[in-house]
């Protein structure tokens, strides 16, 4: 069975203070790799995918990267805006079958 | 514009009654998902349409009863309501084998 782990459930940063958010996968055969943002009370909102081990990809703060069993997604000198739920899913098989990871709740504080 | 939208956005009922959640999306795109969110913020998926024609349904109760009338509309009919129904509900779109997109989400909560 497909599983997605994220760690940490929760990370509490000081504005501009960089760190990593976690995503394990376990799929059989890999077809896409997605993060999304998630605010209070809203749907994902999706940042990136990713197909293959060594891409990367970047937007403003962040930047998301995929090995053949994890993914980061790396927050560059965070603001209190990036506060937020991101959540990673893995796409195996079509992508009409995406798992997702319980997310990582994260709080930047002025 | 709203690119996938849900009514109603909050759904507050008795146990036993029957109700349903609209989605519609207008990306063109060919799938269609739901998805259920729990407390503990864990998206699960339910459903999945191509064109209209089921091509997921991950062991949800019979209570539940998806139906498209087009490709652009996806809704979620659920029988009988419990009490462990209560949870968000999120409908999603996608072109087959493409990032899926999420509708703003339904808060369902049976008393």
């Known amino acids: 069975e497909d599983q997605v782990t994220q760690s940490p459930e929760a990370l509490r940063l000081q504005e501009g203070e960089s760190s990593s958010l976690n995503c394990s996968y376990t799929v059989s055969g890999l077809r896409g790799l997605f993060w999304y943002r998630q605010d209070p009370g809203k749907g994902p909102e999706f940042l990136f995918t990713?197909?293959?081990a060594g891409e990367e990809k970047e937007k403003e703060r962040l930047k998301a990267t995929l090995t053949k069993k994890e993914s980061f997604l790396h927050i560059t000198a965070p603001k209190p805006e990036d506060s937020a739920t991101y959540l990673c899913a893995a796409a195996s098989g079509g992508y009409q079958k995406v798992t997702f990871g319980t997310g990582t709740k994260l709080q930047v504080i002025p | 514009d709203t690119a996938v939208s849900q009514t109603p956005k909050y759904l507050v009922t008795q146990m036993g009654n029957d109700k349903s959640i609209k989605c519609e999306q207008n990306l063109g795109h060919d799938t269609m998902y739901w998805y259920k969110q729990d407390s503990k913020k864990f998206l699960k998926i339910m459903f999945s349409?191509?064109?209209?024609?089921?091509?997921i349904n991950e062991t949800v109760p019979n209570r539940f009863s998806p139906k498209s009338p087009d490709k652009a509309h996806l809704n979620l009919h659920i029988n009988s309501l419990e009490l462990g129904d209560s949870a968000v509900y999120f409908c999603a779109s996608s072109q087959p084998e493409q990032t899926q997109y999420f509708g703003p989400g339904t808060r369902l909560t049976v008393l």
């Open positions: 349409y191509n064109n209209k024609e089921l091509i």
């Open positions: 990713l197909y293959s």
